[in-house]
């Protein structure tokens, strides 16, 4: 019997030794995938226009001498700061939009049964399943009757129509992990229905909330068509439409200037990630009952 | 403080009637226990008493005010979740002190509450940690404490110690009664655990399909069972049921178990069920009722020894089960650890029909 100790051990070892080769190889084949379209932005935006019209060069590195000047360019001569602006606005002001009424909704949905809650909770995920490229023509409707045509606020009405269904989704799940007791501890501590939202139901389900707000945050950044779609002037315009509709002069493609705003416009996105991802993975609600 | 009277109390649920008229009166700080299998209601009523559950019918007083309408906060309880349910962003201060926050008594009166209950608990060092850092023992202290700082006129407990391993459970046992002889403090206790009821109650309530089956004193519901509901729910291992036959010999009136011994019943006895000589009935006896033949302990001598076949034994240190076969029934015994029985031997054992309790098969009311 001593002996099968001293013969599954190392085997044991070299078992997890070539799970742990295996499982880096595939890691390094994924980060090489994805990482390859931002390093090619990279070193684009780094090249000068000669370079990079330049058939025969090497396009992995650049070879004629980096050059900053397509972010100068950029940031002092165009109109991407504008764009910036009206971008982060309109984020702040959805996102803000968006958690308040997803988090409401959700509280209200899973936990104050009331009549056809369980149906509505399913019909708010369905709005959530029609393609925004059915809706924009419709949309397109409502908004011009507003008169939000060609400005930023048209995106701040209707981008909540994408993000509202899908966070409230997700809060309703987050939400409904909390088990019930912790309610009726509140309610017999004396807390009203804002109080146990504010105090117990809101910290105890924060992963799910950043999640939501992280969801809210990509999609205000990164919409394409409603821009496209409801919005013409230069000064209106957000990062994703502004930066290739001026970079874009008919058929001639600034790609430096192109990549550059490209690397920009996702710089936030990434920080945000980067800062938020802990939270995803804190477990804040362990402990509050047994298991 | 205060007394808690519960009258012809009823909760349906849908179609389901989960509490079917409940009276009891419990007068203040009288610790009750509601005790009886999952599902017979007794959370319910315990629920309904906080106000987490809407009254079907009937009224519920708290210190002589109908409450049915009032919310649980304006009841002046404080309840004890058998999963704890601490707020777990929340240190143990602030998981204590939550209620009082929200009732906006001074900062400096919530440091003495949550100090003193803290203290009486031996959680004091506990104050700054979060409940994932405790064990289900602390966090069970922890959730004690929320309901002592409170100091409600009501305790209400739904099974606290379920979640708790044995050895703990048994130190929380104590605890709790501790506590209960501390504060004096009315309290309401939930559990499906017999041990739990018969060692902390002053009463217990034994519930069974959304009705009182009794309510008495431990030892009251152990030793004089109303129903055969109680008598089989109460005691560990369960009392043997078997049929009996009650006839007339000699002068005496006995008991002729179904391929049993014939017990003689006490006088006493004789005379209630002098009405049903002839009749088929029911027999109860615990298993302590039925010893070894050599054993010291007094009572022998009004025994009845029989002749059994040994099934099963499950020596326990202190005692000995023995499973054996009367008929087509298996009984239970408890004996001495001076004999040594083994399975399959056949040995004599001794009923003691002083502790015989005759059930009638219509009504399932001991006699």
């Known amino acids: ?291 | 403080m205060a007394d808690v009277t519960l009258q012809n109390l009823v909760k349906t649920f849908d179609t389901v009637e989960a509490v079917r008229g409940i009276d009891l009166s419990i007068p203040n700080n009288e610790f009750v226990v509601l005790v009886g299998p999952s599902g017979c209601g007794k959370s319910t009523v315990l629920r309904m008493i906080a106000g987490l559950e809407d009254v079907t019918g009937g009224d519920i007083r708290i210190a002589d005010e109908r409450v049915n309408d009032v919310p649980p906060k304006d009841r002046n309880i404080a309840m004890v979740f058998q999963n704890y349910a601490l707020y777990p962003h929340m240190t143990v201060a602030q998981n204590m002190s939550f209620g009082l926050r929200l009732r906006k008594v001074a900062k400096s009166e919530i440091r003495d509450k949550v100090q003193r209950a803290a203290d009486i608990l031996g959680i004091a060092e506990l104050l700054d940690r979060r409940p994932r850092e405790l064990s289900g023992g602390q966090r069970q202290r922890v959730a004690m404490g929320r309901a002592i700082v409170r100091d409600p006129e009501v305790f209400l407990f739904d099974e606290p110690l379920s979640n708790l391993d044995a050895k703990l459970r048994g130190q929380m046992r104590i605890e709790i009664q501790r506590l209960h002889q501390q504060l004096r403090t009315t309290t309401i206790y939930v559990t499906h655990d017999q041990v739990e009821a018969m060692t902390l109650a002053d009463r217990v309530v034994v519930m069974n399909a959304g009705r009182i089956e009794q309510a008495g004193t431990p030892d009251e519901v152990y030793h004089r069972p109303r129903t055969r509901f109680v008598a089989g729910f109460m005691g560990s291992p369960a009392m043997n049921f078997l049929d009996c036959q009650i006839t007339e010999a000699n002068g005496s009136t006995v008991a002729r178990l179904a391929a049993g011994p014939a017990l003689p019943l006490p006088a006493e006895q004789a005379a209630r069920v002098r009405n049903h000589i002839g009749r088929k009935l029911v027999a109860g006896l615990r298993p302590e009722n039925i010893r070894e033949a050599a054993s010291h302990d007094g009572a022998n001598s009004s025994g009845v020894p029989h002749d059994v076949s040994i099934d099963i034994v499950e020596p326990l240190g202190r005692e000995t089960i023995v499973y054996f076969r009367l008929g087509d029934a298996t009984l239970c015994a408890r004996v001495g650890t001076e004999v040594h029985p083994r399975a399959g031997e056949q040995t004599s054992l001794v009923f003691h029909p002083d502790r015989l309790h005759l059930i009638d098969p219509e009504t399932d009311l001991v006699l």
């Open chain 1, 1 to 291: 019997m001593t002996a099968i100790p001293f013969k599954t051990a190392p085997s044991l070892r070299s078992n997890r030794r070539w799970a742990l080769i295996a499982a880096y190889a595939c890691l390094g084949i994924f980060v090489v995938f994805f990482l390859f379209p931002p390093y090619y932005m990279l070193v684009t935006s780094l090249k000068t226009n000669a370079e990079i019209a330049e058939l025969a060069s090497n396009p992995w590195i650049v070879t004629d001498g980096v050059t900053f000047g397509h972010y100068e360019h950029l940031l002092t001569e165009s109109s991407f700061p504008r764009f910036f602006l009206n971008t982060t606005i309109v984020t702040v002001i959805v996102v803000a939009i968006t958690m308040v009424i997803s988090v409401l909704a959700a509280y209200s949905l899973a936990r104050l049964r009331f009549w056809g809650s369980g149906v509505l909770a399913t019909g708010v995920f369905l709005t959530y399943l029609v393609p925004d490229t059915l809706l924009f023509i419709p949309l397109f409707k409502i908004v011009g009757w507003l008169g939000l045509l060609d400005t930023y606020w048209s995106l701040v009405l209707v981008y909540p129509t994408l993000t509202v269904p899908f966070c409230t989704w997700i809060m309703i799940g987050y939400f409904g992990s909390i088990p019930r007791e912790l309610d009726e501890a509140a309610l017999i501590d004396g807390a009203n229905h804002l109080q146990m939202l504010l105090k117990v139901f809101i910290p105890v389900a924060l992963p799910g909330l950043i999640a939501a707000t992280i969801f809210a945050f990509t999609v205000a950044w990164a919409n394409f068509l409603y821009p496209l779609a409801y919005i013409y002037s230069e000064s209106e315009m957000v990062l994703t439409v502004g930066t290739v509709t001026t970079l874009i002069k008919g058929d001639v493609f600034h790609w430096g200037g192109l990549m550059a705003g490209a690397l920009l416009a996702a710089a936030p996105p990434v920080i945000l990630y980067a800062f938020l991802m802990d939270y995803y993975i804190a477990g804040l609600t362990s402990g509050a009952t047994k298991g």
